[in-house]
C-alpha cells in the first residue's frame, strides 16, 4: 500500500498540481498585499479619503454593548483581490495557448497520401486503387 501511495505521489500530475497550489498560494498572497497596500489607498483618497477595511453599517448593539458590523469594505477589497487574480491567471492562460499554437504553426502539415502510382509497364501515372492501367492494360498486382 505504501508503494502504492508513493507511485501516486510521484506521477507527474500530482507533483504538477501541489507546484501550482503551492505557487498560487504565494501569488495570492501577493496580490493581496498589492491590492490592500498599493490600490485601495490611492482609490480611497480618490474617493474623499476612504479607508475601505474601515467601510460597514452597524447593524445593531451586541449583547456585550460591541457594535454588530457588516464589513463591506472588507468584501470590497476581496473582490478586487479576486479580481487582479482572475485576470492574471487568464492572462497566464492567454499566453501560454498563444505559445501552443505558435508551436503548432511551426510542425509543417504531413503530405497527403498519394493519389496516383506509376504503371511499371508503361510508366504512365494511374490512380492508386487501379487494378488495371487504362493506358496499356497491363495487369496491376
Not at 454588530?68 to 470590497?76: I, T
Not at 483581490?81 to 482572475?86: E, K, P, R, S
Not at 503530405?111 to 486503387?129: F, G, H, L, Q, S
Amino acid at each position: 500500500m505504501l508503494k502504492e501511495f508513493r507511485q501516486f505521489i510521484m506521477r507527474g500530475n500530482v507533483v504538477d498540481l501541489a507546484v501550482a497550489v503551492i505557487v498560487g498560494a504565494a501569488f495570492g498572497k501577493i496580490v493581496t498585499s498589492f491590492v490592500a497596500d498599493i490600490i485601495m489607498p490611492p482609490l480611497g483618497m480618490a474617493m474623499g479619503h476612504v479607508n475601505f477595511t474601515d467601510l460597514a453599517v452597524k447593524l445593531s448593539d451586541g449583547k456585550d454593548g460591541k457594535p454588530v458590523l457588516l464589513k463591506y469594505g472588507n468584501f470590497l477589497q476581496a473582490v478586487f483581490d479576486f479580481t487582479l487574480v482572475a485576470m492574471a491567471i487568464f492572462a497566464m492562460v492567454k499566453a501560454m495557448n498563444t505559445l501552443q499554437n505558435l508551436r503548432k504553426k511551426e510542425e509543417p502539415a504531413p503530405p497527403p497520401p498519394p493519389r496516383t502510382k506509376v504503371c511499371p509497364e508503361c510508366a504512365m501515372d494511374i490512380p492508386v486503387t487501379a487494378r488495371k492501367c487504362g493506358h496499356c492494360t497491363s495487369v496491376l498486382a
